[in-house]
């Protein structure tokens, strides 16, 4: 696929599971064995491939619509939150390389997020990442449709001030990377902390935010 890079670059946009942390393999284990022993809902590979890059709205709304889960979304998210916190207690989630590089780039930069507030607090607080690295984060309580649905990261360059064409976007999910191309921002793919490798469905693709740095540098500022 021809990238549509961007020449200029003004403004950086983050997912933040298994983008800036590798996060996904833990909620896919996590969460599986939740609903499986506290809801008797089996989920397979299949679905959980499907439900990958959703907002936790989404997945509440799917499960109940496809797998008939029946007790309320705020029943169900408080037990699993639990659950999270515990685990991440006992383990230190691992951190994208370079990313210290990328938020000291001179440009606003934002996270958007499916997730919730709370559960980016915790892996923040796991990582020792302060909020103050970047400039806002949007998650999903600030509302809104959720990915694949372009809202987020329209709100974002909106916010930021800057256009859809002198952005970029960093994102792992099939639903993320096409809500950053409905916005009209390029998208890049960073395969290091991965849990699926959606390359293909990105613009660009980089091994790490080792290599993403040198090109990001190198347009900032460019005319």
């Known amino acids: 696929m021809e990238a549509r890079a961007p020449s200029r670059i003004r403004a ?41 890059g959703f907002s936790w709205s989404g997945i509440f709304e799917w499960l109940g619509e496809h797998r008939g889960l029946r007790p309320s979304r705020e029943e169900v998210w ?4 639990e659950i999270k916190r515990e685990f991440l207690r006992g383990t230190t989630l691992r951190v994208a390389t370079g990313l210290d590089q990328m938020l000291a780039l001179p440009v606003p930069q934002a996270i958007v997020s499916g997730s919730t507030r709370e559960e980016i607090r915790m892996m923040m607080d796991n990582i020792h990442m302060s909020a103050d690295s970047v400039d806002f984060i949007l998650c999903e309580e600030d509302g809104g449709a959720g990915k694949p649905d372009p809202e987020g990261f329209l709100r974002a360059i909106a916010s930021i001030g800057v256009p859809a064409a002198e952005a970029l976007v960093f994102e792992d999910s099939p639903a993320g990377i096409e809500a950053a191309r409905r916005a009209g921002i390029a998208v890049a793919f960073i395969a290091e902390l991965a849990s699926r490798n959606n390359a293909a469905l990105a613009d660009l693709r980089f091994e790490s935010f080792l290599d993403a740095w040198q090109w990001v540098n190198a347009r900032i500022g460019e005319t």
């Open 78 to 81: 408080t037990r699993f939150l």
């Open 12 to 52: 950086l946009i983050y997912d933040f599971d298994d983008t800036i942390v590798e996060s996904e393999r833990i909620n896919d284990r996590l969460f599986s064995e939740f609903m499986r022993r506290e809801h008797n809902i089996d989920l397979s590979q299949e679905e959980l491939d499907y439900l990958y």
